[in-house]
């Protein structure tokens, strides 16, 4: 691998404000099932501000605020997650569609950190020369 040749990775902001727009949708959900005492109301009002505040942050901010953002948003689906077990098998779908949201944004976390790594890398060899 040289130097003028960057190794690819995938640009995590688009899908960043895609799971965002899917995350809202989600934590509607769940605030709708929080009218029901499944699942704290205060857990899912911070999850739908963490994801209405991922657009912005796609957009705008650094590569590791969006990466500290997708972790927070993992680690509140986790929680919410943890609400539906105590809950049982009624929630299934519900159980299902979280599963899905904590496996992307722990992937786009995955993906932003392999690029600030790259950036990282890019720059020590650029600056050897």
């Given at each position: 691998?040289?130097?003028?040749?960057?190794?690819?990775?995938?640009?995590?902001?688009?899908?960043?404000?895609?799971?965002?727009?899917?995350?809202?949708?989600?934590?509607?959900?769940?605030?709708?099932?929080?009218?029901?005492?499944?699942?704290?109301?205060?857990?899912?009002?911070?999850?739908?501000?963490?994801?209405?505040?991922?657009?912005?942050?796609?957009?705008?901010?650094?590569?590791?605020?969006?990466?500290?953002l997708?972790?927070?948003?993992a680690?509140?689906?986790?929680?919410?997650?943890?609400?539906?077990?105590?809950?049982?098998?009624?929630?299934?779908?519900?159980?299902?569609?979280?599963?899905?949201?904590?496996?992307?944004?722990?992937?786009?976390?995955?993906?932003?950190?392999?690029?600030?790594?790259?950036?990282?890398?890019?720059?020590?060899?650029?600056?050897?020369?």
């Amino acid at each position: 691998m040289s130097k003028e040749s960057p190794v690819g990775t995938h640009n995590p902001r688009p899908s960043a404000i895609n799971h965002a727009m899917w995350l809202i949708v989600v934590a509607g959900l769940t605030l709708e099932l929080a009218h029901t005492g499944s699942v704290s109301i205060w857990f899912s009002l911070a999850w739908l501000t963490v994801g209405i505040a991922m657009i912005p942050i796609a957009i705008h901010c650094t590569i590791k605020v969006l990466r500290n953002l997708l972790m927070a948003d993992a680690m509140l689906a986790l929680t919410i997650f943890s609400y539906f077990m105590i809950e049982g098998p009624d929630i299934l779908f519900a159980m299902g569609i979280l599963v899905g949201q904590i496996a992307f944004a722990v992937y786009l976390a995955y993906l932003t950190n392999r690029q600030i790594l790259e950036y990282k890398r890019l720059e020590m060899l650029y600056n050897e020369s």
